[in-house]
């Protein structure tokens, strides 16, 4: 009889350990998965663009015979060439500054259906569905790179208005600020632009930067350019008859009376230029977001 109970007893001990052994192993394997990466492709005499929701950090190519080159003007796109026809497949990952892994499989092809690729933050939620690109979460380089995505999304969604009398209409074109922010030393301005015109306004770049308010005859004009973090929301083009919000992240600064804070805008194929003039007084009374 106790022969009998011990074997059950033993027979208990080690189903009960294999079963613990299995789920361990089965928990284990649950915490990896795969997305399958993006296939695009490109072609020698035709540039391909990705455009990504916020600022390039890195890019690593599988093949040399992939040509690629970030665009100075805007550090959220990025332009593929191929060096040479027929190249084997390879792969292309980018880091973006909000912390997210793009992998993508790039091929040849002589005439590509697509050149342009823009991803926006709805890819990015809903890629974990196996949809879009693959996006793997993983440690920022700089955790202010982090703060400044998530502080500029935040004026992004702010309604009220605190600054007035700061803008710039020309051509049915109307731009104007809303309001200037600080956090950890990086300055927030908030924009609107307006088309009253019936034709779309395409964005060929922004300029930042500050320069003199007067000037004497025969002297040059005292220009400093300033490079911004990034810029949030729609700024590349601005649809006939609406209004778009965007914000620039910019390093803080200030200026003196005599200088101005001039943001930009040039039309890409037109002559629609808009130029926004902000004094100091503005930059000084900046409204601090809580830390």
Same mark, same amino acid.
């Given at each position: 009889?106790?022969?009998?109970?011990?074997?059950?007893?033993?027979?208990?001990?080690?189903?009960?350990?294999?079963?613990?052994?299995?789920?361990?192993?089965?928990?284990?394997?649950?915490?990896?998965?795969?997305?399958?990466?993006?296939? %695009?492709?490109?072609?020698?005499? @035709?540039?391909?663009?990705?455009?990504?929701?916020?600022?390039?950090?890195?890019?690593?190519?599988?093949?040399?015979?992939?040509?690629?080159?970030?665009?100075?003007?805007?550090?959220?796109?990025?332009?593929?060439?191929?060096?040479?026809?027929?190249? &084997?497949?390879?792969? =292309?990952?980018?880091?973006?500054?909000?912390? +997210?892994?793009?992998?993508?499989?790039?091929?040849?092809?002589?005439? &590509?259906?697509? =050149? #342009?690729?823009?991803?926006?933050?709805?890819?990015?939620?809903?890629?974990?569905?196996?949809?879009? %690109?693959?996006?793997?979460?993983?440690?920022? @380089?700089?955790?202010?790179?982090? !703060?400044?995505?998530?502080?500029?999304? !935040?004026?992004?969604?702010?309604?009220?208005?605190?600054?007035?009398? #700061?803008?710039?209409?020309?051509? +049915?074109?109307? %731009?104007?600020?809303?309001?200037?922010?600080?956090?950890?030393?990086?300055?927030?301005?908030?924009?609107?632009?307006? +088309? =009253?015109?019936?034709?779309?306004?395409?964005?060929?770049?922004?300029?930042?930067?500050?320069?003199?308010?007067?000037?004497?005859?025969?002297?040059?004009?005292?220009?400093?350019?300033?490079?911004?973090?990034?810029?949030?929301?729609?700024?590349?083009?601005?649809?006939?008859?609406?209004?778009?919000?965007?914000?620039?992240?910019? &390093?803080?600064?200030?200026? &003196?009376?005599?200088?101005?804070?001039?943001?930009?805008?040039?039309?890409?194929?037109?002559?629609?230029?808009?130029? =926004?003039?902000?004094?100091?007084?503005?930059?000084?009374?900046? @409204?601090?977001?809580?830390?």
């Amino acid at each position: 009889m106790h022969k009998i109970h011990f074997a059950a007893l033993l027979v208990t001990i080690i189903s009960l350990t294999f079963n613990k052994v299995n789920a361990q192993q089965t928990s284990t394997t649950n915490t990896v998965s795969s997305i399958e990466a993006k296939v %695009i492709f490109i072609t020698t005499n @035709k540039t391909t663009s990705l455009v990504f929701p916020i600022a390039i950090r890195s890019v690593d190519r599988g093949s040399q015979d992939v040509l690629a080159r970030q665009v100075e003007e805007a550090d959220n796109i990025l332009q593929l060439k191929a060096g040479k026809e027929n190249f &084997p497949e390879t792969n =292309l990952t980018v880091i973006t500054a909000d912390g +997210n892994l793009y992998s993508f499989q790039v091929n040849y092809k002589v005439s &590509p259906a697509e =050149l #342009v690729f823009k991803f926006s933050e709805d890819s990015i939620e809903h890629s974990s569905n196996g949809q879009g %690109i693959k996006v793997v979460r993983f440690k920022a @380089k700089a955790s202010t790179d982090v !703060e400044i995505v998530s502080t500029g999304n !935040e004026v992004l969604k702010i309604k009220k208005r605190i600054v007035y009398g #700061v803008h710039d209409r020309r051509y +049915n074109m109307k %731009i104007k600020l809303r309001g200037v922010y600080t956090k950890s030393d990086v300055l927030y301005f908030q924009l609107e632009c307006t +088309n =009253l015109s019936n034709i779309n306004f395409d964005v060929e770049m922004f300029q930042f930067y500050i320069r003199d308010q007067f000037r004497a005859k025969r002297t040059a004009v005292q220009e400093v350019e300033i490079k911004p973090y990034s810029i949030f929301g729609n700024h590349a083009n601005f649809k006939a008859e609406s209004s778009e919000l965007f914000v620039v992240a910019i &390093p803080k600064f200030t200026i &003196p009376f005599a200088k101005y804070f001039t943001i930009a805008i040039n039309e890409k194929n037109g002559g629609r230029n808009l130029h =926004l003039n902000i004094r100091g007084h503005a930059i000084v009374e900046a @409204k601090r977001l809580a830390e």
